[in-house]
């Protein structure tokens, strides 16, 4: 699997001798945030596809996603980061993910310069798998029916997407983020296929962990994430070693309140984690996050939390899952 980042670089790739799209590809285009289990129908569809026809299966997404560039801080949280993301389509199958940015001249695009330029002259695409009710260019002036129009001159044919619903409802990016915002963890995994969970970088933080008592794996986040509040987790370490723990996410309001964070606490452990990149599985809601009028009183709150987090792993021991693939 590859990833291509930017029109350039795809540009370029298509140009070469060897290149792995000179016959063209069979390709999706969307968020694909969470890869859940509508997703991954989509998925298998563009791999059946593209291995009927020999061609690379192509997933297409964009950084940052079209509502973060227009709607800013406004724009719903992520269920997962771009990383993440690619390591789960890699997971799926999918032989190149082509990432391009989405910016003011992208946006400026026409239905037919997106069309041509991306679609035909870039990717040289075979088949593609959208919804009807995709759209894209300039004021979301393209549609499907602009796409089976021009692919039966082009030589390309476009087909809908498959819909994947649970309990009378379609799986999507959003039904899973309310439910998360709800701390409906058990409903959300239903939708996912697997349980919610944030894989990164361990990274120094400001060590106030350590000082008061309950040492934490911190990992930074680029976007406002899903889930806020304290949560008892599974972590899987790199090497594949499984510990229970606890972990606070949001913007930690006592001590900081601006870059939002994962900060683990794992239980009975020894040993420093900086720099491994571990996978946080949340297994269950024990608060929201709330702001403490001083250091002593979070430190008696996280005390709690602790006695709290033991009790529910000591009942829920032989219920232990905390791989997220």
């Given at each position: ?84 993301k ?15 940015k ?26 593609l ?30 087909e ?6 649970v ?32 894989r ?24 406002m ?93 032989g ?7």
């Open positions: 699997m590859r990833l291509i980042r930017g029109l350039t670089n795809l540009k370029m790739l298509s140009r070469q001798v060897n290149s792995p799209l000179a016959n063209g590809c069979v390709a999706t285009i969307g968020n694909f945030d969470g890869v859940h289990l509508g997703h991954q129908t989509i998925i298998e569809q563009v791999k059946n596809k593209a291995s009927a026809l020999g061609l690379p299966s192509v997933v297409m997404v964009f950084e940052p996603q079209p509502r973060e560039f227009f709607q800013g801080m406004e724009a719903p949280p992520r269920l997962m980061g771009f990383r993440q690619f390591e789960a389509l890699m997971a799926a199958g999918i032989d190149i993910v082509l990432c391009l989405f910016d003011g001249t992208f946006r400026s695009y026409s239905g037919m310069g997106f069309i041509d330029n991306v679609l035909i002259d870039g990717l040289a695409v075979r088949h798998v959208v919804g009807d009710d995709f759209r894209f260019g300039c004021d979301r002036a393209g549609d499907f029916a602009l796409l089976e129009k021009v692919g039966k001159s082009a030589g390309f044919s476009v809908n997407t498959r819909t994947v619903t309990a009378g409802e379609r799986i999507s990016s959003t039904r899973i983020r309310n439910l998360l915002l709800d701390s409906k963890l058990a409903q959300a995994e239903s939708l996912l296929g697997r349980p919610y969970h944030i990164g970088r361990v990274v120094y933080g400001r060590q106030l962990g350590r000082r008061i008592g309950s040492p934490t794996a911190n990992i930074l986040l680029d976007k994430p899903a889930l806020r509040g304290v949560y008892v987790v599974g972590v899987t370490l790199e090497g594949g070693v499984k510990q229970d723990g606890i972990a606070n996410i949001g913007l930690r309001p006592t001590v900081d309140g601006k870059q939002p964070a994962l900060e683990v606490h794992l239980f009975d452990f020894t040993g420093t984690l900086y720099g491994q990149r571990i996978d946080v599985v949340f297994r269950h809601g024990l608060r929201d996050e709330e702001k403490f009028e001083s250091i002593d009183a979070l430190k008696a709150q996280i005390a709690r939390d602790f006695v709290a987090a033991r009790a529910w792993l000591a009942e829920h021991s219920h232990r899952n905390t791989d997220p693939n």
